[in-house]
Nanobody, 114 residues
Framework: VQLVESGGGLVQPGGSLRLSCVAS????????MAWYRQSPGKQRELVAA???????NYTDAVKGRFTISRDNAKNTVYLQMNSLKPEDTAVYYC?????????WGQGTQVTVSS
């Protein structure tokens, strides 16, 4: 399974970015997908997740600002990030999970700074 993220970059506070993650996998719709992030000196943390059935959950810090979605026809999961804050600065990783197997992308840097 290969996961390829894109869409990161530098954005000013209050701005928006949309991350994408394309999965090279058969039966993408069966996978639970998630976005994690890790900033220097901190542990990797779950940002948002979406089940195969489309149920979503978010860490409290991003509720109301970030939206996770998936397009099973395109084998892609998205993370729409609005009202970005400097504390959202991190490397964002895509995660795919199927039962006890999980896979990671290489990460994409998001920097929120004026």
């Amino acid at each position: 399974v290969q996961l390829v993220e894109s869409g990161g970059g530098l954005v000013q506070p209050g701005g928006s970015l949309r991350l994408s993650c394309v999965a090279s996998v058969i039966s993408f719709g069966c996978y639970a997908m998630a976005w994690y992030r890790q900033s220097p000196g901190k542990q990797r943390e779950l940002v948002a997740a979406i089940t195969s059935g489309g149920s979503t959950n978010y860490t409290d810090a991003v509720k109301g600002r970030f939206t996770i979605s998936r397009d099973n026809a395109k084998n892609t999961v998205y993370l729409q990030m609005n009202s970005l804050k400097p504390e959202d600065t991190a490397v964002y990783y895509c995660n795919a999970r199927y039962y006890s197997n999980q896979y990671w992308g290489q990460g994409t840097q998001v920097t929120v700074s004026s």
